[in-house]
């Protein structure tokens, strides 16, 4: 088992460019959520999924950030245009189920962004 | 909107000696409290989680719902515990997730 899968692991780009994160969540898990972490602090939530349902994305800017999960599996995020301040890392993580409670998350490497 | 609090960015102690990782946390439901570590190079993963009671790697968390904090413990710190904690909330319906911003462990030889 790969665990969560997320790609590319680093990414360099210049302000106001577009860029993608990919996230390949574990098999079976119906909750994905993706946060951002910015150095020195914890993570942050921007949306959670539940299947392909965004379920809670109240924290995601939704001016320059997006994100899909099409047929409950795969998700991508997608910031455009990009500005300094969203360097950070990129975080994936599936949970197994929500059904009235929580459970453990199950967290990916992360993508490095780094916006010059 | 709920909120999770690590007082010490830093910690340090010598091995053997008692270790307790602060968390408080404000949120006017009952939600569930979880603690994950972070080994260098290595991603996050889950150490405990407040409704199992048990205890891993000699961790052990109470939940403490009058003073609302969720302190992490182990009595006697080895080296490899050294990594970052972090405390994180789940709110039980709405299932939105809330992290601290983590304490950084270190225990020295």
């Known amino acids: 088992e790969a665990g969560v899968v997320q790609s590319p692991r680093y990414k360099i780009i210049e302000k106001k460019q577009p860029v993608a994160f990919w996230c390949n969540p574990i098999?079976?898990?119906?909750?994905l959520y993706w946060y951002r972490q910015n150095l020195g602090q914890g993570p942050e939530l921007l949306i959670r999924?539940?299947?392909?349902?965004?379920?809670?994305d109240s924290q995601l800017p939704k001016d320059r950030f997006s994100a899909e999960r099409l047929k409950g599996v795969d998700s991508t995020l997608k910031i455009q245009p990009a500005e300094l301040g969203d360097s950070a890392v990129y975080l994936c993580?599936?949970?197994?189920?929500?059904?009235?409670?929580?459970?453990?998350?199950?967290f990916g490497p992360g993508t490095r962004l780094t916006v010059l | 909107a709920q909120r999770v609090t690590q007082p010490e960015k830093l910690l340090s102690v010598f091995k053997g000696a008692p270790v307790e990782l602060k968390c408080n946390y404000s949120?006017?439901?009952?939600?569930?409290l979880f603690w994950y570590v972070q080994y260098s190079r290595q991603r996050l993963q889950l150490l405990l989680r407040h409704i199992s009671r048990e205890s891993i790697k000699g961790f052990t968390a109470d939940l403490n719902k009058g003073e609302t904090s969720f302190h992490l413990k182990k009595p006697f710190a080895q080296e490899e515990d050294s990594a970052m904690y972090y405390c994180?909330?789940?709110?039980?319906?709405?299932?939105?997730?809330?992290f601290g911003d983590g304490t950084k462990l270190t225990v020295k030889p």
């Open positions: 993580a599936s949970s197994p189920f929500f059904e009235g409670g929580g459970d453990e998350q199950f």
């Open positions: 949120y006017s439901g009952s939600p569930e």
């Open positions: 098999s079976g898990h119906n909750t």
């Open positions: 999924y539940e299947n392909e349902e965004a379920v809670d």
């Open positions: 994180a909330l789940l709110t039980p319906f709405g299932g939105k997730s809330t």
